[in-house]
Structure formats: C-alpha cells, structure tokens
C-alpha cells in the first residue's frame, strides 16, 4: 500500500485477554519500528526489527510483550493477559533500511484500552 | 541512557514565528529529527539534521543546533493554523546503531487566528 496501514485502528479489551496487533509495513521497507504512545509518557520505543530478525527488542516492558516479523513483511504485536497500564497508541513505523538519517513513516497507529 | 527533553506547550498568534526547544543527553554521533503529528494521524517527519551542523533550512522551517549545550530548536515562520499540532523531537544515536529514535514527550502549538 501507499503508506503503513495498522489494524485495528481502535481495540477496547478486558483485563486479563489476549490482543494482537497488526502492522502492515510500506512494501520493500526492510526496517519495522514498534512504539508506545502513552499520556504523559511520550513515545516509547518497544522493538525494531530488520527483515524478519529482532536486533533490539530492549523497549518491551515485560516478557507480556512479544513480537514477529514474517515474510520481512507484516508484524505483529501480541500483548498477553493485558493490564489497565498497557492501553496506549501502539505505532509501528517502517524504514527503508534503518541506517542512519533514513526517514521512517508512522501508521496512524492502534488506541488499545484495557477496562 | 539517552533522554530528550520539550517544554510542553506554546501558543502564538497567526502569522508571528514560532520557536520549539528541545534539549538531548546523548553526546555520540546522532541524527536529530523534528516530526509532526497531527490529531487522530501518525507522525510525519518534518526536517532532520546531522550532529555536525549547526544549521538547516527548508522553505519556513530552521532547525538550529548548538551541539555544545545539547539543543536543538525548530524555528516555524509565518506560522498558520493548519501548523497547530504536536512537534516531537527525537533523536538517534551511533550508541544504538542509528536504529532506534528516542522521543521528547512532545510540544503542543496552538495557532490562534
């Protein structure tokens, strides 16, 4: 697609469940970015990953978080057993190859609420 | 570990320049970036500028950095209301590879008419 394409946009969980997030990186893009926008937290990293391989992933509050690359395409961010401080924006970002200076482009992220 | 900081909030008048500060620990090499993000939207790369300059400009936007005191600032001229938004500066390292971007916790400008 055009841009990176995140789903879905919105997800109101209870406490205690599994979710799945989903990022659709911009084709040919080899470097994938997961962020954590929460109030008054700023943006968070979580984990980077380039092609299908996780050179960082320091960013992850809590063996919880997880993520995967397949096809060094789609991604997904699975949180378990959710808890009330996980609802944030979760934003992926793709990258041509991660090195320096290159731009990345941001989906428009998922808002996850935990009640 | 590396931090970045923004004061949080500025508002200016239509057509007056607006200035955002930021301020970064990390001493190494980095790239320092200024994105905008508007309501309900991702963030949008405005500018980025190398630790070995001092300055950059594109059409109404300066980035001036002074690496001495670890600043960085986004000069906005003639600023519209379509420039409300929140400015997030962000910067990465060769401490991570230039792989990772650390965030400020975002200025929000209002442009009032």
């Known amino acids: 697609g055009a841009g990176v394409s995140q789903s879905p946009s919105n997800k109101v969980t209870e406490k205690g469940k599994d979710v799945e997030l989903r990022c659709d990186p911009i084709s040919g893009h080899t470097a994938l970015y997961w962020y954590r926008q929460s109030l008054g937290q700023g943006l968070e990293f979580l984990i980077y990953f380039q092609g299908n391989s996780a050179p960082d992933k320091s960013g992850l509050p809590s063996d919880r978080f997880s993520a995967e690359r397949t096809g060094g395409s789609v991604s997904t961010l699975t949180i378990q057993r959710t808890q009330q401080e996980d609802s944030a924006v979760y934003l992926c970002?793709?990258?041509?190859?991660?090195?320096?200076?290159?731009?990345?482009?941001f989906g428009q992220g998922t808002r996850l609420t935990v009640v | 570990g590396e931090d970045v900081e923004q004061s949080l909030f500025l508002s200016v008048r239509e057509g007056d320049s607006s200035v955002i500060n930021c301020t970064y620990t990390?001493?190494?090499?980095?790239?320092l970036y200024w994105y905008k993000q508007e309501p309900g939207a991702g963030l949008q790369l405005l500018t980025y500028?190398?630790?070995?300059?001092d300055m950059k400009q594109d059409q109404r936007l300066t980035v001036l950095l002074n690496k001495k005191d670890k600043h960085l600032s986004l000069r906005i001229a003639d600023t519209q209301t379509g420039d409300s938004a929140i400015y997030f500066c962000a910067e990465s390292s060769m401490n991570t590879g230039f792989q990772k971007l650390v965030f400020g916790t975002g200025t929000r400008l209002l442009v009032s008419p």
């Open positions: 970002a793709s990258s041509f190859s991660g090195s320096r200076g290159t731009e990345a482009f």
């Open positions: 990390d001493s190494s090499s980095t790239y």
């Open positions: 500028i190398f630790s070995n300059m």
